[in-house]
């Protein structure tokens, strides 16, 4: 697909990620498998990529830790998830970049993920950096930790 450089990325409520956090992330699982512990917490933010007004791209920020650097201030990005036809259009970049620009204004040092092994090259082309060695999540598969700092 051509990139789209107009993805229109906004907030959304949790509810909002859960169907296609459920069908990407989860699937043949029911929709409660995609409701995450803090998905509404006032502190946690998700974000949309929309195509005209269809939800195409999700991710959600946590205020969390990252285990490898405890004390420090840092936002968890959660539930990233782009639906599989609208795969390299620009949406999931577009929404990874609002991500971290949101981290920024937030004054947050730094962005981390679980990242799932496959979406590892998708997060290096964008300048995150892998922290450790591969790990399992139980019921989801192969993941690596995954870092970035905020400009």
Same mark, same amino acid.
């Given at each position: ?32 498998? #995609?409701? /995450? ?9 998700? =974000?949309? @990529?929309?195509? &005209?007004?269809? *939800? ?32 390299? #259009?620009? /949406? ?9 620009? =949101?981290? @920024?204004?937030? &004054?947050?040092? *730094? ?41």
């Amino acid at each position: 697909m051509e990139h789209d450089s107009c993805a229109a990325v906004r907030p959304i409520n949790a509810a909002a990620t859960w169907p296609l956090r459920q069908s990407v992330l989860r699937p043949g699982r029911p929709l409660t498998a #995609a409701q /995450f512990p803090g998905d509404d917490l006032p502190t946690t933010k998700h =974000f949309g @990529a929309f195509h &005209g007004n269809k *939800l195409v791209s999700i991710a959600s920020l946590f205020i969390a830790e990252m285990p490898e650097h405890p004390g420090v201030s840092a936002l968890q990005l959660r539930g990233m998830a782009t639906a599989p036809a609208m795969r390299g #259009a620009g /949406f999931g970049r577009a929404l990874v970049a609002a991500c971290v620009a =949101f981290a @920024a204004a937030s &004054g947050k040092p *730094l962005i981390w993920c679980n990242a799932r092994t496959s979406a590892v090259e998708f997060y290096r082309k964008l300048g995150w950096e892998i922290l450790g060695a591969e790990f399992d999540v139980p019921d989801v598969g192969p993941h690596f930790h995954m870092w970035r700092r905020v400009a």
